[in-house]
């Protein structure tokens, strides 16, 4: 049986587009570093290190862990660098607790990061390769039909994206490490921007940043004596399906709900929205909230708007279930980063340390993250209680 | 991590497909299918949903596109969605997070594979761009060059001659020769080695791993599963890895001091080493892990012909495994220990021990 | 059916990548701009050339710099004969490890040789300087024999 | 490279360098891959049927990802094609000469399972629905090449609406057959 763990320290950068004073180790680094500061330990205190990013051509480094040893004082211990597309924060994450979780570490660093203003993630996302066509503008390009389909499917009225992301980019005018902070942001102004890929607007997109996002995690007798509140796993679960296969659900994955149902039952969730106080998930452009709502059980099928458009999501208008109260994917998007900020912030919540943008008494939270063509899924649920 | 205290774990089957210097026109999933279906053959399964865990090692750059990883799955059979995930490493440390999948209680058996399409790049050069992106990428460095100063190094010190790396070639190639899936076997002479002129001196052609297309496969499970499954096994009886600093002025390039910590932590010394299979891509590469590792006169090192007769990037470290899991499941062998390797010089280095199970 | 064709084509997988360099790397390639070479000192009294941000033994940040000579040893060395379009040379050179005076750790840069007989370990060899040195390693174009 | 490296404020010191890194690959498109475009190139559009679960792929991509085994029996297809859904693209495609706004469509030919996304155009972009029917519209035969760029775009066409629930499961004969 799994061995019980828990998140003891948590750091991250400021999110920012571009991030001129540090190198690619500084940067990853300054958030490892905050996370033992969090943790209240040393380098040598660290048994293994597991580092995610997204793709290598990001960064123009290949396999860039080799070359990061020394800012991560790994050097003599083991490392391991998780990829699995978006969903790679979240992935390093689960992986890293796995290291605890099996018996086999007392306690791991985990890092996951990137530094997107180095290249373009539009470039390294859209490189022709020959003999294929080339219309692919990027990640929206592929996600804006089936947000189509969504609102086809389920008749939410057009503006449900609109109020996403208001709210998200009210919750990170809260968060002061949100790469956006837009805390004057309304419907009209949203409304107004500019269509990139319709129904997708400029600003129902997340934006480029640059960052890194660290945490320690802890076996559970090193827990117990942790200088600040453990955020204690309580379920962890992923799972994956291929792109493309005739018949896939592409609105509704299989595998999102697949891995939903998995956490659940280890955290002994029945009613995602009664049970959880608080989920941070990835929500890279506004129409996935309604639809995560959805697929993670949160609503029934066709009626993830309704929570929306209710403000059940918004922290700012006292909803009951708060969606990324630290201004999500929507707010900072450090692409290899952005699971592992879900999978902290949600642990950030039930320590109680999040200041302007804590959900009052949170004990427990879904942290969430999805890559690939919404076919890569990971989660947890962590709590303020080893339940 | 040892054993102790834990669930057996073991290897129940192992394939790879021939290394061949260019697949032609085979993708990365008309590579890695075949392989798959034999491996599943292997264990009398039909594809992963008979397994619970599902990890993948490979490197995007090698041909040059992002997310490589990402077709693996369409051979997989992911229909219903399976527990997966993937490392941009070689495939053995994806059976090191398999292993920890299992000891958590997560899962019972899990299938791993590598796969690499090398030939369409060129290798050495897109592995300069894994070194320091400010001081020594911009230079260009291949590979080749630094194992080669490394290689100087061992010389000058008076570590190793020229003909002891040309006997490890030597061997290599003939132990090839029993190796259907090798690509570079013959019966060759160290004394047909040391007359061959340097390519980049002091290192002959012959002293560097060929480059190589093709994919691997292993499934793991807990003794129980395996016994249940009724197939031959051997167990995992210790692994670990360590990485070192990655300035290459600092380390002592003529040890392994990290294959020695893995090597201690895994146990290696705790028993005889029948068999050892050594992820060397340099000939001198092999002597220093020989060393590292504490290799007797009574190990056979590297019976496959190792990677100097076909070097799987990205599943090289895998298939050494795979292959002393053959070793031990023929009963040539009753212990022995698979090297895996990543980043230039050897930085980074997992050491597994494999020990042949009760019989059932 | 019928054979089809095998379709190779070649490309380019390429960018100009803008790597910003914090103060470390930063103060190594201001130097190099200025004709000079600094190292840093680890926290066992070596000094590393170039500059590690972190120190490889304890992981702590470094920051004391030091001058050091533009001269140095050669400690190892690869000959290559063929080189590579990527390479800094289109005629055969040598890669080195050279430790330059003042330094306790070798870099690795190229070096200049007419053949490779005239390149040995223990080998003195000089700095040569790009005509307009911009703050890139490749200020450093080579080190020749001394 | 350009001479320019990113300095300080001070103009002296250096807080940035430009690093190219170019690589050169020689690129082979998959067996299926080379017999789907072999095919294309002479302006037939080809799928393969997955032994195990009969659905149709387009592009083939020698393996049916739903089960996981080699695909081989080739099937031809329609070039008249159902929109599955779509996008109107406002933004330019990095080094793509087309000029937006362009509508990028998730179109089903008729005979397949599963969508190809390509150009829909001669149509109104506000009159772009999910279930139209359209039909491929070639370059000159001349221009043929390897590419599903041979077409180059889908047009609307004349026929009714596909129910939404049929798509995607069309026979190679169309909603009438």
New interface residues.
């Given amino acids: 049986?799994?061995?019980l763990a828990a998140v003891v320290g948590i750091g991250q950068t400021k999110y920012t587009t571009?991030?001129?004073?540090?190198?690619?180790?500084?940067l990853v680094?300054e958030a490892a570093a905050r996370a033992l500061q969090d943790a209240d330990l040393g380098?040598d205190d660290i048994d293994a290190v597991i580092v995610g990013k997204a793709?290598?051509?990001f960064?123009?480094?290949?396999?860039?862990e080799?070359?990061?040893?020394?800012?991560?004082?790994?050097?003599?211990?083991?490392?391991?660098?998780?990829?699995?597309?978006g969903s790679v924060g979240g992935?390093t994450a689960?992986?890293a607790a796995?290291?605890v979780?099996?018996?086999?570490?007392k306690r791991v660093l985990t890092v996951a990061f990137e530094k997107q203003?180095?290249?373009?993630a539009?470039?390294?996302?859209?490189?022709?390769?020959?003999?294929?066509?080339?219309?692919?503008?990027g990640a929206?390009?592929y996600f804006?039909?089936?947000i189509?389909?969504y609102i086809?499917r389920s008749g939410a009225p057009y503006d449900t994206g609109i109020k996403v992301a208001v709210k998200d980019r009210l919750h990170g005018a809260r968060n002061p490490l949100a790469h956006l902070q837009l805390p004057n942001i309304n419907m009209q102004e949203v409304e107004e921007s500019?269509?990139?890929?319709?129904?997708?607007r400029y600003l129902e997109s997340c934006p480029s940043s640059d960052g890194a996002c660290a945490m320690v995690i802890a076996s559970e007798e090193l827990a117990d004596k942790a200088a600040r509140p453990p955020a204690w796993i309580r379920g962890?679960?992923?799972?994956?399906?291929?792109?493309?296969?005739?018949?896939?659900e592409e609105v509704n994955?299989?595998?999102g709900r697949?891995?939903a149902a998995d956490v659940y039952k280890q955290a002994g969730i029945t009613d995602p929205r009664k049970d959880l106080d608080v989920a941070e998930v990835y929500v890279p452009f506004s129409w996935y909230e309604p639809m995560w709502l959805e697929n993670l059980g949160f609503a029934p099928e066709g009626e993830g708007w309704k929570l929306t458009m209710e403000g059940a999501t918004s922290l700012i208008d006292g909803g009951d279930i708060p969606w990324n109260p630290s201004g999500g994917v929507l707010s900072s998007n450090p692409i290899g980063a952005s699971g592992m900020i879900r999978f902290a912030e949600a642990a950030r919540q039930v320590r109680g340390e999040c200041g302007e943008h804590q959900v009052e008494g949170a004990k427990l939270a879904l942290g969430h993250a999805y890559g690939?063509g919404a076919?890569?899924f990971a989660m947890w649920v962590v709590g303020a209680e080893k339940g | 991590m040892g054993q102790s205290n834990m669930k057996e774990i073991a290897i129940v089957a192992y394939q790879q497909s021939d290394c061949v210097s260019d697949a032609g026109a085979a993708n990365e999933v008309e590579l890695i299918i075949p392989v798959l279906g034999k491996v599943f053959e292997q264990v009398g399964i039909t594809n992963a949903q008979d397994v619970d865990f599902v990890c993948s090692g490979s490197c995007d750059y090698l041909q040059g596109a992002a997310f490589a990883f990402v077709m693996g799955v369409d051979a997989l059979g992911a229909v219903p969605p399976i527990k997966e995930s993937h490392v941009e490493m070689d495939a053995a440390w994806a059976l090191y997070e398999s292993m920890l999948k299992i000891r958590m209680g997560h899962a019972e058996s899990a299938l791993i594979y590598g796969f690499g399409k090398s030939s369409p790049g060129e290798l050495p050069n897109v592995l300069s761009q894994q070194l320091d992106p400010y001081y020594l990428a911009p230079l260009w460095v291949d590979t080749i060059s630094l194992a080669a100063m490394q290689a100087r190094l061992m010389l000058d010190q008076g570590l190793i001659t020229e003909r002891d790396m040309a006997e490890v070639v030597a061997r290599s190639r003939r132990n090839a020769q029993g190796n259907p899936h090798a690509q570079l076997g013959g019966d060759v002479s160290a004394e047909d080695v040391l007359a061959q002129q340097t390519y980049v001196s002091p290192l002959r052609k012959a002293d560097i791993c060929p480059v190589s297309d093709g994919a691997s496969a292993v499934v793991i499970a807990t003794v129980e599963k395996a016994r249940e499954w009724g197939v031959p096994y051997a167990v995992i009886s210790g692994i670990d890895h360590c990485i070192e600093t990655h300035n290459l002025g600092v380390r002592d390039l003529t040890d392994s001091i990290s294959t020695r910590r893995a090597a201690a932590n895994a146990g290696v010394g705790d028993g005889r080493v029948d068999v050892a299979e050594l992820y060397a891509p340099f000939s001198h590469q092999e002597i220093i892990l020989s060393r590292a590792l504490e290799l007797g006169e009574d190990t056979r090192v590297n019976p496959s012909g190792g990677v100097l007769a076909g070097n799987l990037m990205m599943a090289s470290g895998l298939s050494r495994i795979g292959e002393v899991f053959n070793r031990i499941v023929a009963g040539e062998a009753q212990r022995g220990v698979a090297h895996a390797t990543s980043g230039p010089c050897l930085q980074h280095n997992l050491v597994t021990v494999l020990e042949k199970g009760e019989t059932a | 059916m019928s054979q089809p064709d095998v379709l190779h084509q070649a490309f380019e997988l390429g960018f100009t990548y803008t790597r910003s360099t914090g103060p470390v790397v930063g103060r190594f390639l201001t130097e190099l701009k200025k004709r000079n070479i600094v190292g840093i000192k680890a926290s066992d009294g070596r000094v590393i050339v170039p500059p590690m941000e972190y120190d490889p033994d304890t992981a702590e940040e470094l920051g004391e710099f030091v001058e050091v000579g533009q001269q140095g040893e050669i400690v190892s060395f690869a000959w290559v004969r063929e080189p590579r379009a990527a390479h800094p040379f289109d005629r055969p050179f040598a890669w080195a490890m050279i430790k330059l005076d003042g330094a306790d750790v070798p870099m690795v840069h190229c070096v200049a040789a007419e053949a490779e007989s005239d390149v040995a370990t223990g080998a003195r060899v000089q700095a040569v300087w790009a005509d307009e040195p911009r703050g890139f390693i490749t200020d450093i174009r080579c080190f020749e024999l001394v | 490279m350009s001479d320019e490296n990113n300095v300080g404020e001070d103009n002296e010191t250096v807080t940035g360098i430009e690093a190219p890194i170019y690589l050169k690959y020689n690129f082979t498109a998959g067996a299926a891959a080379s017999r789907f475009l072999t095919r294309i190139k002479e302006g037939v559009l080809t799928g393969q049927r997955c032994p195990r679960c009969s659905q149709v792929y387009i592009p083939p991509r020698g393996s049916c990802a739903a089960c996981g085994v080699p695909t081989e029996e080739e099937v031809e297809l329609a070039d008249k094609a159902t929109v599955e859904s779509f996008t109107i693209v406002s933004i330019p495609i990095p080094g793509n000469p087309i000029e937006p706004p362009f509508v990028v469509a998730n179109l089903v030919p008729d005979g397949a399972n599963i969508s190809v996304i390509h150009l829909l155009s001669e149509c109104d972009n506000a009159e772009v629905h999910i279930g139209q029917r359209v039909q491929a519209v070639w370059k000159p035969q001349e221009e043929w090449g390897y590419a599903l760029d041979n077409i180059r775009y889908f047009k609307p066409l004349d026929e009714p609406d596909v129910p939404v629930e049929r798509i995607g499961k069309l026979p190679v004969t169309g909603l009438e057959g």
């Avoid at chain 1, 203003?117 to 373009?120: A, H, K, Q, R, T």
């Avoid at chain 1, 962890?236 to 896939?248: N, Q, W």
Wanted: aromatic content about 8%; charged content about 15%.
């Fill in positions: 049986m799994s061995t571009k991030r001129e004073d540090v190198s690619i180790a500084g680094r380098w793709p290598d051509m960064e123009g480094v290949v396999m860039p080799i070359y990061l040893t020394d800012a991560l004082g790994c050097n003599g211990k083991p490392m391991l660098r998780v990829h699995t597309a992935s689960l992986v796995s290291h979780q099996s018996g086999a570490f203003s180095e290249s373009n539009m470039w390294a996302l859209s490189n022709p390769q020959p003999f294929s066509t080339h219309l692919n503008a929206g390009g804006a039909p089936i189509r389909e086809r500019f269509m990139l890929w319709d129904p997708i962890v679960a992923m799972r994956s399906e291929p792109t493309m296969y005739a018949g896939r994955p299989q595998a697949d891995c690939g076919q890569f």
